[in-house]
């Protein structure tokens, strides 16, 4: 027969471990977010976007409307590769 002081220490260790997953879990989907909007940046930069279409290519995915309003800037130089490797 099992102890009966064990399966309150499984229950509650098994709380801590549920709960360190959903946080590691959690900050590695933030992680890949961030990852993949600034791919999206840096494609969009490459192809000689303006910053405002940028910001509402960004802002549109988050579901916001762009509230400020940038001043025209010009497109960058063309690049001759890409700003990270394929």
Do not use: H
């Not at 229950?11 to 590695?28: E, K, L």
């Amino acid at each position: 027969m099992v102890d009966a002081n064990v399966i309150p220490i499984v229950a509650i260790a098994g709380a801590f471990i549920v709960a360190v997953c959903c946080s590691a879990i959690y900050y590695a989907y933030l992680s890949w977010k961030t990852w993949q909007e600034t791919a999206l940046k840096r494609d969009m930069v490459a192809r000689g976007y303006t910053a405002e279409e940028i910001v509402a290519v960004i802002a549109a995915e988050q579901g916001d409307e762009s509230r400020v309003r940038l001043p025209n800037v010009p497109p960058a130089n063309p690049l001759k590769q890409p700003v990270y490797g394929s």
